[in-house]
């Protein structure tokens, strides 16, 4: 597992395709977080916008090789260990982000409440923040690996399908996405921190099924 890590990694960063998903993102981040707004709303803004990007990023993963090469390393290693590793580094890539997001919030961020009156406590306001970036960055994972190859291997499916679920999983209410942004704004508007690992578990959960339900069809679709 490891070299196929290796090998997809390599196919993602000589594609140059993470490009496009990371200028989207870095320019999302450019005009929603601004230094001196409340941190937590600037946490809460970063984490939500990362979600259909984690998405981009599986779709990406999942579609960068070539047929006749996916086909010979699915005959060399199995379909599913294949996909696998194309979803596992499209996480990684969406963890490096969630971390460098969170990092940029924190250090320009204003650990004051929404009305700058109550102060908030900057470390566990950070815990807070990457709780709920990789939640979403989990869970992007998620919705890229239901709405691609090999469930979906059409484009004109997959991309609508794609965004769709994306804001659909981040807008639901009972979404462990939406359970970490909503606290995030909710106690800026108090000054409270609730660092939390349900959301982070419930999209753990929710993630490794959808991931384990593509790669079983990938073993039966190949």
Avoid: K
């Avoid at 941190?39 to 916008?49: E, H, M, N, Q």
């Avoid at 999983?169 to 909503?182: D, E, F, I, Q, R």
């Avoid at 921190?193 to 679709?221: E, F």
């Amino acid at each position: 597992m490891t070299a196929l890590l290796r090998y997809q990694a390599a196919l993602l960063l000589r594609s140059h395709r993470w490009l496009p998903p990371l200028l989207v993102y870095g320019a999302f981040m450019a005009v929603g977080v601004q230094s001196g707004q409340p941190v937590l709303d600037s946490f809460g803004y970063a984490s939500a916008g990362l979600l259909p990007v984690a998405a981009w990023l599986v779709r990406v993963c999942v579609t960068n090789e070539p047929a006749a090469a996916r086909d010979c390393a699915a005959a060399a290693a199995g379909p599913w260990r294949v996909h696998l590793a194309a979803v596992l580094t499209a996480l990684a890539a969406s963890t490096v982000l969630a971390v460098a997001a969170t990092a940029v919030v924190a250090g320009i961020g204003d650990p004051r409440s929404a009305d700058h009156q109550v102060d908030v406590p900057l470390w566990p306001a950070t815990a807070q923040g990457l709780v709920a970036a990789a939640s979403c960055a989990l869970l992007g994972t998620g919705v890229g690996a239901l709405c691609n190859r090999p469930l979906l291997r059409s484009t004109a499916w997959a991309v609508p399908s794609t965004v769709l679920a994306a804001f659909l999983v981040l807008l639901a209410g009972m979404s462990p996405a939406n359970a970490a942004v909503t606290g995030l704004v909710s106690g800026s508007r108090d000054g409270t921190v609730d660092v939390s690992l349900l959301p982070l578990a419930g999209a753990a959960v929710l993630t490794a099924g959808a991931v384990a339900v593509a790669c079983a069809l990938s073993s039966r679709r190949t």
